[in-house]
Structures are given as C-alpha cells and as structure tokens.
C-alpha cells in the first residue's frame, strides 16, 4: 500500500502549488448554513440527501474481517484492507472500516458501510475499467483530526468508464476524486479537513481527458475554501467536461471551471449547466464567488445556473 502515501502526496503537493486555486490557508472556517430553496431539503426538489442515497433501506451488512474475509472476486488482504482483484466481481452488502482497493475491470461495490479515517482512501481504483460504485456510505470518525483524505479515488487518473452512483460521503477532505465517467445522484456533505488539507466536495486534476459528466448531484462544502466541484490543471488539459444540474454550496469558489490562470487554451469543450447553487453559507455562494476559471472559448458553455433562493441566473464573471 506504499503507493497510496505516494499518491496522496502529488496530489497535495499540486493543490498547495496551485496558488492560483486558493488566496490563503490561513483564518480558515466552517460556515453555519442559513438554508433556503432546495438546499434546505434536497429531496423535496428531487436532488440527492441522506434520504435517498447510501446503503438501500433494511440491506442486511456482513462485517468484514469480521464475519466474511473472502467471496467470489475478492478476498481480505492480511495487511489491513479489500482486494477486489477479480473481473466482474460484485462486492455488495457488507460494513468495512478499512480501504477497498480496486485492480480488477467491471466490478460492482454496492451497498457497503464505511467508517475509517487518516491519509488513506475509502475506495481506490488502479487502472480499472468499466468499475461501479453505487449506494454506498464512506464517513470517518470525525470531520477533524480523524478525517478521510479521499473518499473514492481514482490513483492513477486512468480509469475508464466509471459510475460512481447514490452514494452518501461525509467527513472527507475531498470526496470524489475520478478523471472520467459518470458521477451522478451523489450526496457530497460535512467534509472534513485538518492540517493544510484542501476540501474539494468532487475534483479532477486534468491530463487525462475522456468524457467527464458531474450530473444531479447534491455537494454542500461549509469551508470558506476550495470547492463543490472543481476541475483543476495539475497534470495536464481540460476538456470533454459536463457538469449538470447540480445542487451546491459553499467552499472558496462553489465551482471551478477548469481555465486555470495561464491555461484558458486548454480547457475545451466544458460544459457548466443548469446549477442551483445556494447561498446558505456564504452571500456569493462560496466566500470569494460562485464560479471560477471558466472561459468562454474553446467551445465552452455557461448556461442556466441559478442561485437557489431566487432562481436569478448566476454570472460566470
């Protein structure tokens, strides 16, 4: 698992490079909401919350290592987490406190309970195809000192054709980190951050290129940094982005475009559309506004994004 440390730490290192991504690290805070529109309760407007996401109502969980330590596909690995290493493997109905690591193409995680914190990842994919990740809950401990670095994380930045479905993440300093697929009917919520963390509810850091779509999702991020939904140019372009139809909240800027200062050339074909985007933290959505890093070149769009008390259209300036 050494390569998961490594991998935390090029990504750490790329945001807190990244000045232009954030002003400051310092006087930091968690906003308490003042809710009104969908965000005050997502499902009334159809969107996501913790009423119709995460583990499906009366699904009976097996504890693993607890209980079962192996089944078709999978098996626990004595040093402490999941290997699903079989192809087609569906890991479905259990609780793990421990990291679910991915290697194998088309494997269903469905249905799992997870609660463990520090610098390691929920679920991780390594060079996997064709992998869904559905209904399923990842928290820590606390939204302090105990955080999860990553709640679902691409490592590699390769993956294709991944689903990442109605799940319930909290507690996270950044919840889903995938560079292409489907990310859709997710509940984002109480993110968690110690130290130098940045809170990203969903990002991608860019290089890698297939078509990304970020769709009916609900990410609320109280911190007073970062992000809802960012789309960053740590390791390359951005392009072949659709992000749609959206509940959001919070963070530095609620979204980022993916035009990186310096970097508006290649950020193609992104799409940011018919958003609600809440105030219920901070007046401008997020503390310093509710969009950034967007450039209306490059076949780029920015339309019908709405604040969420109003439904007046949200600005792209």
């Known amino acids: 698992m050494g390569v998961i440390v490594v991998a935390v730490g090029l990504a750490r290192v790329a945001a807190i490079h990244d000045i232009g991504r954030e002003q400051s690290l310092d006087n930091l805070h968690s906003a308490k909401p003042t809710v009104s529109g969908c965000a005050s309760r997502p499902s009334a407007c159809g969107y996501p919350d913790e009423s119709n996401t995460g583990v499906v109502a009366g699904k ?28 087609g493997a569906v890991f479905d109905g259990y609780s793990v406190n421990a990291n679910i690591d991915v290697v194998a193409n088309n494997v269903t995680v469905r249905n799992v309970r997870m609660v463990q914190g520090g610098e390691g990842f929920g679920i991780s994919l390594r060079h996997t195809s064709g992998v869904t990740i559905e209904n399923c809950e990842i928290t820590a401990p606390d939204a302090a000192a105990n955080r999860l670095v990553v709640g679902i994380k691409d490592i590699y930045g390769d993956a294709t054709g991944t689903r990442v479905l109605a799940n319930d993440i909290s507690r996270t300093s950044t919840g889903i980190q995938v560079q292409s697929g489907l990310v859709e009917d997710n509940y984002i919520h109480d993110l968690g951050m110690t130290g130098g963390d940045h809170v990203n509810g969903t990002t991608a850091n860019g290089g890698n290129t297939p078509q990304l779509t970020l769709h009916h999702n609900t990410v609320f991020n109280s911190y007073s940094q970062t992000d809802a939904i960012s789309l960053f140019q740590d390791f390359g372009p951005q392009a072949n982005r659709t992000i749609d139809n959206n509940l959001l909240a919070g963070g530095g800027y609620t979204i980022y475009a993916g035009a990186n200062t310096g ?3 290649t950020a193609t074909n992104i799409h940011v559309t018919n958003n609600r985007i809440s105030r219920m933290y901070y007046p401008q959505g997020g503390s310093y506004g509710p969009v950034t890093a967007y450039t209306s070149t490059g076949g780029n769009t920015f339309t019908g994004n709405i604040w969420d008390d109003t439904s007046t259209l949200v600005s792209a300036n």
């Open 60 to 87: 009976a969980l097996l504890a693993v290592p607890g209980q079962v330590t192996s089944g078709a596909g999978w098996h626990w690995d004595s040093r402490g987490w999941v290997s699903i290493d079989g192809a």
């Open 263 to 265: 970097k508006e050339a």
